[in-house]
């Protein structure tokens, strides 16, 4: 029986973007973006991904920080003994980045650990992911439309303490790669078309094949699309599938497995505010191994 004191809220009473979920030690962690997009980072804290803890703030800022004007898209992971949280931080007069902080637990206070963002200096990027190849860590990043119009997915080679970047960006896609991605209004002053790519989320299939589920806006609004590699690894050659994953106004997902071993796909739905919701599927892949919604 759960204990509704310690766990009183549904997913129908988060506003919340881009959830992400790590399970850890028999609970389940959801992070993500207040969708006031002000307010700092918390945690959620389940036993069933159903009934969920009231928000814990799980990071005070410096002085320093003190500028800081938002904070988005935090992912949290379970790596060497600590718990280390990607977020982007966007701070008054810079670029918008993701900053790597890191915690004794998973739901402690966070300190930050990398010495400001991890992404390219001078480019504005967001929506840093953690991915291991061949036991060395990456970090899968957007570089946001707001700096390139045809908003691109890069990656970059971090040291294996996780706190800085090692090596030069490479680029895997734009925006425009996909025949479903569509322009959006850009109150910018861009003379050009801009394309979003937003929210990127690393899976290896049961055959081999590497795919990235990542979000534009789409023809039924803020949509998922995948991506697979043509060698299963970062460098290959990114080619887009046809068909969405999810277009229905919903995006920016996570894949995680529940304590029996069923994946799911997290996700935020509908994309317009105030209305922004986790909604939960089972995830899995179909008879090609390509990923797909199970329900």
Request: charged fraction near 20%.
């Amino acid at each position: 029986m759960t204990d509704l004191t310690k766990y009183p809220l549904t997913a129908d009473d988060i506003r919340i973007r881009d959830p992400f979920i790590m399970p850890h030690n028999g609970k389940y962690y959801l992070t993500g973006t207040n969708a006031d997009y002000n307010v700092i980072f918390v945690v959620y804290v389940s036993e069933d991904l159903i009934h969920w803890s009231e928000a814990k703030t799980i990071y005070t800022p410096t002085p320093d920080m003190a500028d800081t004007l938002e904070y988005w898209a935090p992912e949290m992971y379970a790596y060497n003994g600590k718990y280390y949280l990607f977020g982007t931080i966007n701070r008054e007069g810079d670029y918008r980045g993701t900053y790597v902080l890191v915690s004794d637990t998973p739901d402690g206070e966070y300190k930050m650990w990398s010495e400001g963002p991890v992404t390219p200096e001078h480019w504005m990027c967001l929506d840093g992911t953690l991915y291991f190849e061949d036991g060395k860590p990456y970090m899968i990043f957007c570089h946001e439309w707001l700096q390139v119009c045809d908003g691109t997915m890069c990656y970059v080679p971090l040291t294996d303490d996780l706190k800085k970047a090692c090596g030069n960006p490479r680029l895997m896609f734009s925006a425009t790669d996909a025949s479903w991605c569509r322009a959006i209004s850009s109150n910018n002053g861009a003379k050009y078309p801009c394309y979003i790519t937003d929210g990127p989320c690393m899976y290896q299939s049961s055959n081999g094949k590497l795919y990235m589920l990542w979000s534009s806006k789409g023809d039924g609004g803020y949509t998922v699309g995948i991506a697979v590699s043509s060698n299963g690894k970062l460098d290959g050659e990114w080619t887009q599938l046809e068909k969405p994953l999810f277009g229905a106004n919903g995006g920016h997902c996570g894949i995680f497995k529940n304590f029996d071993g069923q994946y799911y796909l997290s996700l935020h739905q509908p994309n317009d505010r105030p209305l922004e919701r986790m909604k939960l599927y089972r995830f899995g892949e179909d008879a090609d191994g390509v990923p797909c919604i199970l329900d």
